[in-house]
């Protein structure tokens, strides 16, 4: 049986259609019922496997189950309630090693070394020095852990029904069984979570729904510049780029009498980190670099040469890459004329075709709505099924019903669900298109 | 965003960095998801919950009205789901097999609350609940309206009509299910709109929202 296919109503089937609800009523029933919060899909889960098949606990009755029960057999009951505290679990425990719980409740690291949380069942969570974190609630199956600040080295021993829940900052990161780095900065206002085994479900504001993280990958959310990445931690650690001789020999793009790269040490492209003094525009590889994080080094580079003559010599890959450095680094202005330039000088490039989202994004931050919209159109136009295709129309309808209301906006809406029917857009678009 | 994709200098890959839209890119497919499950490694329990209990959770609160209720029955299709899952013999029907035992517990839900009614546990059948989460008290008022109305009819005739006329499924995919035939279902249905549409006539804020639909359905 399948659900996905409407089957057409046959005229005998159009003779048993009643009067009653009206369309009017359905779309109401559909706008204002039915739609779980993320909240209730991250406690909800939470529940469920706390009891889920292979707990080897007896299934818990809920009350409501049981009143028909209730009512005839209340001795009945009294043995339920007797089995249940019978089998009822302890809570587990929590002991601090190096640090103590301050007044408010948080640990406080005492030595130079790390905190460590450690629980009974095994599960352990190291913090880092200058880590404010608590303790919210414990139970039997986990524990709730709030980080208000600083970096937390998450190991939770995986049993059957675990659950645990992490807060940082607005986000909510929930674990089943799985090691990984959690860091919350609450001046920049920035999430990192970077996965090393196991799963993760991280839900908080810049998402529709939760983001499901594997082992191995790394996820940025910087809730100010509304950016949300996600990468591979096999990628960050990729080895460094070949030497430019060992890449001429390899046919690479590299030019006949530019002098060789200057080494780039993982110290000095930290974030942040200045970038070195004597190399050039020809030379330097910012796509490489800009994972690590220096954001604020890539542009200051570029202003060093001059941002003009920047523009008009990098290649596309760091014209992106710089872009992209001055986006995350807040320098709308930078970014908006790499990204021009990336157009002007590379057109019809993958990267150009991109740099018309990447601009209708940053006209969206700058609310110049039309200007964001002929952006997202012009994407759109280049790649109908580009990497942002899905995001883009689903950009334009919110930015069309806000420029010019729902009635312009259902069409961009219809056109959504008929593309992208499971796209992170879909929800709202069908609620647009059944409003009144 | 414009990085460069493919083979980078015919050796390393450059680090992945992209804006992400969360979506089922990369994610197993209901197949694999299956297979885990049976192989009882929990973090299929965990994806299988994400990627279908909006869905379940629509259907019921859409049928019952109620968030409070559909969260807890949301729940027990899953657990049940998980429990019966060696059953599923075509993994790849995974979406239907939920749909179903979502329409089953929906069915065994409604008649647990006529039984309730019978034993007088509450007036109305209901247990204590949080009120219908509209966005307006107009539509809060109406909808209350509504359910109360269909409160009114059997399991088995409200779940057709919602099945029908809310979910909008064909009357071949509600007989199948709700494992009843289409002559059933069809009665039903007809009959379940009967009954609404003499209740919402009588009522002065539905009547509003009773609509014709030609001489063929003025029966």
Known sequence: MSFDAEIPMTGKDAENTAEFPSEALVQLIHTQQGHMSVRQRIEGGRSLLARSMWSRRPRRWSMREMGPVLAVAVVVIGLVISARGRRATSALSVAVDGGHLDREGFVQAESPRPARLRFSDGTEVLLDRDTRASVRSLDSHGARVSLAEGTAHVDVLHKPGTSWLFDAGPFLVHVTGTSFTLAWKAADQQLDLKMERGTVEVSGPLSDGSILLRSGQHLIVRVRQRETLIRDVEDEAAPQRPAPEARAAEGGEQEAGTPAMTAVTSAATGAGAPLHASRRIENVDWSAELPKGGFEAIVEEAERWGVEATLNKASSENLAALADAARYGRRDDVARRALLAQRRRFPGASAARDASFLLGRLEESQHDVAGAIEWFDRYLDESPSGTYASEALGRKMILVRALYGDARARAVAASYLSRFPQGVYAARAQALARAP | ?219
């Open chain 2, 1 to 219: 965003m414009g990085h460069p994709r493919g083979a980078w200098w015919g050796v390393n890959r450059p680090p992945t960095l992209r804006l992400v839209s969360v979506d089922r890119a990369g994610e197993p497919d209901d197949v694999a998801l299956v297979r885990a499950l049976v192989a009882r490694e929990d973090w299929a329990a965990t994806a299988i919950w994400h990627r279908y209990a909006p869905m379940v959770y629509g259907v019921l609160d859409r049928a019952l009205g109620s968030a409070g209720e559909s969260e807890d029955l949301t729940q027990e299709v899953f657990w049940r789901i998980f429990a019966a899952i060696r059953n599923l013999r075509e993994p790849s029907a995974l979406r239907s097999f939920i749909y179903s035992a979502t329409v089953r517990m929906l069915r065994w839900h409604l008649r647990s609350k006529k039984l309730r009614r019978i034993f007088l546990l509450s007036n109305s059948g209901e247990m204590p609940d949080r009120p219908v989460p509209a966005a307006d008290s107009e539509g809060r008022e109406l909808l209350g309206r509504f359910y109360r109305l269909l409160d009114t009819l059997s399991a088995n005739d409200r779940t057709s009509f919602v099945l029908r006329h809310v979910e909008g499924l064909g009357l071949r995919e509600i007989a199948e299910a709700t494992g009843a035939s289409l002559a059933t279902v069809k009665r039903r249905v007809r009959r379940a709109s009967d009954r609404i549409t003499v209740l919402a006539k009588a009522d002065p804020e539905l009547v509003h929202y009773v609509v014709r639909r030609g001489d063929s359905d003025d029966r």
